[in-house]
């Protein structure tokens, strides 16, 4: 029977006074060295795409009651790279503030960021949009083509900006409107958020969000995030 075949490795440490220190490998047991290594730095490897994956995960600070985990991965993969890492905060709920449009625009008097509106109507259908500027009461028309709309029914539907006009958001004391041109709002929500409606409109070619083109609203929220 042959041996096993030996490698010798020699280390030598700082001091001269000290014999060099000799290990002895067998090739047995190099290939299980080996293994070991690629196991770990496969596992390393894993968590690392893991956190990847996770880091585009949004963080809310509170509970949503009208997404839920897959639909908040889904929206994720859709929001702008500067909103990424940073948790998003309920600033406005039915729920909690009532339904006021006007008490919509005081929660949001002191913000500078994006927001997400989401509504549930009573169909229990979601839908909402994705805003790059805070909602407030304005003349003129404001936000920019990070806006976007969003729909689960009956699957997970996005609408970007289509490029044919810029009135992404526009606003005022009697009503909260989303896209336009063509004679139609892409989601429009009345002074008490109690009345919506959603059309077709150019400014992000999409289809009406809900499954009646006016509705009634159950629930809204509206969150935000800053660092």
């Not at 229990?124 to 976007?148: L, R």
Request: aromatic letters at 14%; charged letters at 20%.
């Amino acid at each position: 029977m042959r041996k096993a075949q030996e490698n010798i490795r020699v280390f030598y440490f700082a001091s001269d006074c000290v014999e060099p220190y000799v290990e002895i490998i067998t090739v047995k047991d190099s290939k299980c060295h080996l293994s070991f290594c690629s196991s770990v730095e496969s596992e390393e490897e894993e968590n690392e795409e893991y956190q990847e994956e996770n880091e585009d995960f949004p963080i809310f600070s509170d509970q949503s009651q009208l997404l839920d985990e897959y639909q908040l991965q889904k929206l994720a993969a859709h929001m702008p790279a500067r909103t990424q890492g940073y948790p998003w905060n309920l600033v406005y709920s039915t729920a909690i503030h009532g339904s006021s449009l006007k008490t919509l625009y005081r929660n949001m008097a002191d913000l500078d960021s994006p927001v997400l509106l989401v509504i549930r109507d009573m169909h229990n259908k979601v839908f909402g949009a994705f805003s790059s500027d805070p909602f407030k009461v304005s003349q003129y028309c404001y936000g920019t083509g990070e806006t976007f709309l969003f729909t689960f029914q009956p699957d997970f539907q996005h609408y970007r900006w289509s490029g044919e006009n810029s009135y992404f958001v526009s606003s005022n004391m009697e009503s909260l409107h989303i896209g336009g041109g063509g004679g139609g709002f892409a989601l429009w929500l009345d002074a008490d958020l109690y009345h919506g409606a959603s059309f077709s409109c150019p400014t992000f070619n999409n289809p009406p969000l809900s499954t009646h083109q006016d509705f009634i609203v159950q629930d809204v929220e509206v969150w935000t995030v800053w660092g």
